[in-house]
């Protein structure tokens, strides 16, 4: 089986900043052939995909928190992080940490709990 576990969540003042963590539980062969991916819903909301990381650290950021938002992975820890500067209250979400691998002619996803993130005053 695969675990994926999100923390860190909590309320934050607008302009603040907050570390989400990602830890997950997963065969080596898995882990190293993955894509992480952090991705957000608000409610009422579609989801959206926010930040992506491949095995060897390359990354993709939505333009909206281009500049602002880091994701990084720490292969030994099996663990993938998201920090997040300058936040806004319309990022007030559920924040959902995925990982993606292709197995069986398609892509496999699991998905994590998701961490609640409040940007208010």
């Known amino acids: 089986q695969v675990q994926v576990v999100e923390s860190g969540g909590g309320l934050v003042q607008p302009g603040g900043s907050l570390r989400l963590s990602c830890a997950c539980a997963?065969?080596?062969?898995?882990?190293?052939?993955?894509?992480m991916r952090w991705n957000r819903q608000a409610p009422g909301k579609q989801r959206e995909l926010v930040a992506s990381?491949?095995?060897?650290?390359?990354?993709t950021y939505s333009d909206s928190v281009k500049g602002r938002f880091t994701i990084s992975r720490d292969n030994a820890k099996y663990t993938v992080y998201l920090d997040m500067n300058s936040l806004k209250p319309e990022e007030t979400a559920v924040y959902y940490c995925?990982?993606?691998?292709?197995?069986?002619?398609?892509?496999?996803?699991?998905w994590g709990q998701g961490t609640q993130v409040t940007v208010s005053s």
């Open positions: 995925n990982l993606d691998i292709w197995m069986s002619g398609a892509i496999r996803g699991y």
């Open positions: 990381i491949t095995y060897n650290g390359s990354t």
């Open positions: 997963a065969p080596g062969r898995i882990w190293s052939n993955s894509t």
